[in-house]
């Protein structure tokens, strides 16, 4: 009986296409930081950092993860500038990356920072009070 490889193949060419996934999302997510730290000026821009790039497998859209350091209204200010900058940013990555089609991107906020640091403000207020009712006499 003579086993058919195109399943190994196929496991091959999914193994690939995932590695080069990879180096496309990590290298739009350079590209886009080093753009948004040295060459977009825009007075709504407030310290944005790129978490994260994701890349569709068909290469055509990314969803750019970003955080700003700030309130509520800097969030709204920083997205704001780039969703109007993106036409902006997409011609600005097109030599940079080599590719046949820029993929459309899209931001996305990635609340993850704020919300671990809103964690650790509540592990260390919880630490404090155990103390303080260890010290209590009882």
Request: positive net charge; proline residues 4%.
């Amino acid at each position: 009986m003579v086993k058919s490889s195109t399943s190994a193949s196929r496991f091959c060419e999914v193994t690939v296409q995932g590695k080069r996934l990879d180096r496309v999302n990590q290298l739009v997510r350079e590209e886009i930081s080093y753009l948004l730290q040295r060459e977009l000026k825009d007075p709504r821009l407030g310290f944005v950092t790129v978490t994260e790039v994701a890349v569709a497998a068909d290469l055509r859209t990314a969803k750019v993860y970003v955080s700003v350091l700030g309130d509520e209204a800097q969030w709204k200010g920083s997205l704001a500038a780039l969703h109007s900058a993106r036409a902006f940013i997409r011609r600005w990555l097109a030599p940079r990356l080599r590719m046949r089609a820029v993929p459309e991107l899209s931001f996305v906020p990635d609340r993850s920072m704020a919300h671990a640091a809103h964690i650790q403000t509540v592990l260390e207020r919880l630490r404090e009070e155990e103390k303080a009712a260890g010290e209590m006499p009882e």
